[in-house]
């Protein structure tokens, strides 16, 4: 691999989507942490990480310790709780990557695709930061359960969008290293699709009765 | 095959997407005919296909003509014409199946992903045509490169929305016929992330410089 290495900050990092997503990136060389509200939360899960990994690897703190501490922060979290938390956050998180995956959706729909006034939780996410941070869509197709071997190659793809080509890359270079390919899907008002892509995979799920539909983009060169 | 045959009625069928799906369902057995503004040119692309094909399966008529006499009827129109034209056949349409294949976007900027008031084409189409009119939304992610040999079996899946799942099951037998797999993707209000999926597409077309990506569900049975 020659993407470059990171402080990987994955806020909101000890719910369904965080851990998979930790132990690949700590795999593949990067530094992680697990931020959460609790700091002996964030460290509980990094420990249950480190112990699949048979390393210590990862590492836990409070979000806002993670923010600060990354070059590089992921969120996942639940749509209801992605401003409050970012608001806390808007200062440390300047001049850096927000990888959001989080997805804008109206429990208990969440199979029906939800557009929010703004357009899209990335959306969002990037008015509230303001231009200072370089908010990147990535990763919400990706379901919790294609994570769960880290020995597993991911059997879907991960759609890219963002308004900073730079920033764009960083995340491919993620997607590289969780063992599956990362395409670029155009600017953030795209993020629509990706996260809404979401809402129809877990409607997949529920109607063909499988754990984890994903989706791939096919005509491209392997 | 064991899906029914229909006579199909492809409304708008002479652009860039009714030959090549046309071409295909005759081929499959449906009665196909291609609906246009003036029936001269109809019969003039009907009289292309049947060539193709080395038989006179297709027939061409106007719009209107098509949608009386046919079972299920497809939309392949550029958005700005979709209105205009479901309004004149509003009556003719009424417990029908309409396949709407249009896709909302806002030219020239049609890698860029746009969600209108209404939620989407589809969406549009199914307020104005009323509760009489089932519509459902497909094939907006086959590229019409895709579609030009009717012996190459198509390398992208087809999303299906709609709230008739006897609709849907309409379009994913068709989607069969295509040579390809029809996948429901949900109610009609997720109508908004297949169409703007075609947006993503042509983007990654743009920046990929290939011809005709698509997308497959994977984590399915196969």
Redesign the interface.
């Known amino acids: 691999m020659s993407n470059p290495r990171y402080t990987l900050a994955i806020l909101g990092g000890t719910g369904n989507e965080g851990p998979g997503l930790a132990l690949r990136w700590a795999k593949a060389g990067h530094k992680v942490i697990i931020g959460s509200r609790q700091a002996e939360k964030g460290e509980r899960v990094a420990a249950e990480i480190n112990a699949r990994l048979g390393a210590a690897l990862v590492v836990g703190m409070t979000n806002e310790d993670a923010a600060r501490a990354c070059d590089v922060a992921a969120l996942t979290v639940p749509y209801a709780a992605q401003n409050p938390l970012l608001e806390s956050l808007q200062d440390v998180l300047q001049g850096k990557v927000l990888i959001n995956v989080t997805v804008a959706m109206q429990p208990p729909k969440v199979?029906?695709?939800y557009?929010p006034p703004e357009?899209s939780a990335c959306e969002q996410a990037q008015a509230l930061l303001g231009p200072g941070v370089q908010v990147v869509a990535a990763f919400q197709n990706v379901?919790a359960h294609?994570l769960e071997d880290p020995e597993q190659p991911l059997?879907?793809d991960v759609?890219v969008c963002g308004d900073s080509k730079e920033a764009k890359a960083v995340a491919i270079g993620l997607a590289e290293d969780l063992g599956t390919r990362g395409?670029?899907?155009?600017?953030l008002?795209?993020a629509?699709?990706?996260e809404?892509?979401t809402?129809?995979?877990i409607?997949?799920?529920i109607?063909?009765k499988?754990?984890?539909?994903?989706?791939?983009?096919?005509?491209?060169?392997e």
Chains 1, 2 share one sequence.
Request: aromatic residues 2%; positive net charge.
């Open positions: 199979a029906r695709v557009i357009g379901g294609n059997n879907c759609l395409i670029d899907a155009g600017p008002v795209n629509k699709v990706v809404g892509l809402s129809v995979l409607g997949i799920n109607r063909y499988v754990p984890g539909a994903g989706i791939r983009i096919t005509g491209l060169p």
